[in-house]
């Protein structure tokens, strides 16, 4: 008597059907989580890319270095502004000289090049705003310009528009007088 009968072909293909399912339930699974990861280490939505590769995550985060160190114009006027290539090489001149980003920065300021970075928070220039104000007051550089600490390129976390900002100052006692931010 033969061994496929009707019957075994039934169970084989029971079984055949039943691999492939496991199979595929597998790639499924498998496909969600290289997703998942993918999201988790490669985030889409990074800011804008800039010309010399920083981490704000490293600087700020893991090397809690002031955000005044790089940005000092924030406690003292209305613009935070960029650091001039000096301030970048008070520790690069002595810390991770070869690293490609770092040599690219330091060639920079060896040739007198700056480096024009992407701007990422820009106002219209009717709008006043003075970091320092904001400073003085005890508003965290994080309520405007997100967790900057975890952010490796710097992303705009909300726009600032007229009513984020209405909004907050009304959320805080603040005046809220079209004189304060239109002069």
Request: with cysteine; aromatic share 8%; glycine share 8%.
């Amino acid at each position: 008597m033969s061994e496929h009968t009707p019957q075994g072909n039934a169970n084989e293909q029971v079984s055949s059907h039943r691999w492939q399912v496991a199979l595929g339930s597998a790639a499924g699974l498998l496909t969600v989580a290289m997703a998942l990861l993918y999201y988790l280490l490669y985030p889409s939505a990074l800011g804008k890319e800039q010309p010399v590769p920083f981490s704000h995550r490293i600087h700020a985060g893991v090397k809690q270095i002031s955000c005044f160190m790089c940005h000092p114009g924030a406690a003292e006027g209305p613009r935070a502004g960029v650091p001039p290539l000096q301030t970048c090489m008070l520790c690069h001149e002595h810390i991770i000289i070869h690293y490609p980003e770092v040599a690219d920065l330091r060639r920079h300021y060896n040739d007198g090049v700056p480096v024009e970075w992407a701007r990422v928070n820009e106002l219209p220039e009717f709008v006043y705003f003075d970091h320092g104000m904001h400073l003085l007051r005890g508003i965290d550089c994080g309520h405007c310009h997100g967790d900057v600490r975890a952010m490796d390129r710097i992303k705009q976390p909300q726009k600032f528009t007229m009513g984020f900002c209405v909004q907050c100052h009304r959320d805080n006692g603040a005046a809220h007088k079209c004189s304060v931010c239109h002069r």
